[in-house]
């Protein structure tokens, strides 16, 4: 099934809690734009407008065009929690291995079970 742009429009604007006017002054536009982009399953947004729109509803221009399926656009890191990711990112093999065998404490069953999966599925390439 494609997945049209007013459909994601229309979604993220009742998630938000926000209203075609608020959106319009948000992202510099007309109300009457964004309504257009809401009638007409087929209206292409401008680039432009697209992406005030997407900063505006905290999302991807991706996520909007049904190219992508992550909605949220900001990182929701903190300061501290991207330092570590970064780390991760530039780890050897054996030290992200040690890594996780020190947060295991913190880890669910289902994520245990995602690592497990992941370490399998690289072993398998």
Known sequence: ????????????????????????????TTEATIS??????????????LASIALALNTTTDYLLGLSDVKNARNDLTAEEQLLVTAFRRASERDK?????????????????FLHQSEQALKAE
């Open 36 to 49: 257009r982009y809401l009638t007409f399953a087929n209206k292409s947004p401008n680039v432009e407008i």
């Open 97 to 113: 291995t040690i890594t996780w065998q020190l947060f295991d404490t913190y880890l669910s069953q289902n994520e245990r079970g």
């Open 1 to 28: 099934m494609e997945i049209k742009f007013s459909e994601r429009l229309e979604h993220l604007i009742s998630e938000r809690g926000v209203n075609q006017k608020w959106l319009a002054d948000e992202a510099g």
